[in-house]
Nanobody, 124 residues
Framework: QAQLVESGGGVVQAGGSLRLSCAAS????????MGWFRQAPGKEREFVAA????????SYADSVNGRFTISRDNAKNTVYLQMNSLKPEDTAVYYC?????????????????WGQGTQVTVSS
């Protein structure tokens, strides 16, 4: 059974950094675009970043562009999200997603597979 497991969340002060990981098991996701989404309390889930299957193409939401970096290690079947210069408004549960459809304008439609999420809290 396909499974995505996120890790690396936590509590950090504004301006700090965190690195999230998404480990895939049960099937290989190396042939697919992978992405990160997040959901803050009382808000809808939103796109954060996506990376192509070979890692050569990335897309970001305008709100994180220049601060977050998505990467992947296909040998480890793992996707990462390096988050720098964190702001309180980045506080959310972050979800790994397989096969998102990247749209124009820094948006994406999610695919079918989700991880359980990892909490990121940024204090001011």
């Amino acid at each position: 059974q396909a499974q995505l497991v996120e890790s690396g969340g936590g509590v950090v002060q504004a301006g700090g950094s965190l690195r999230l990981s998404c480990a895939a098991s049960g099937r290989t996701f190396t042939g697919y675009t992978m992405g990160w989404f997040r959901q803050a309390p009382g808000k809808e889930r939103e796109f954060v970043a996506a990376i192509s299957k070979n890692g050569r193409s990335t897309s970001y939401a305008d709100s994180v562009n220049g601060r977050f970096t998505i990467s992947r290690d296909n040998a480890k079947n793992t996707v990462y999200l390096q988050m720098n210069s964190l702001k309180p408004e980045d506080t959310a549960v972050y979800y790994c997603n397989s096969e998102p459809t990247v749209l124009r304008g820094g948006a994406a439609r999610p695919g079918d597979y989700w991880g359980q999420g990892t909490q990121v809290t940024v204090s001011s």
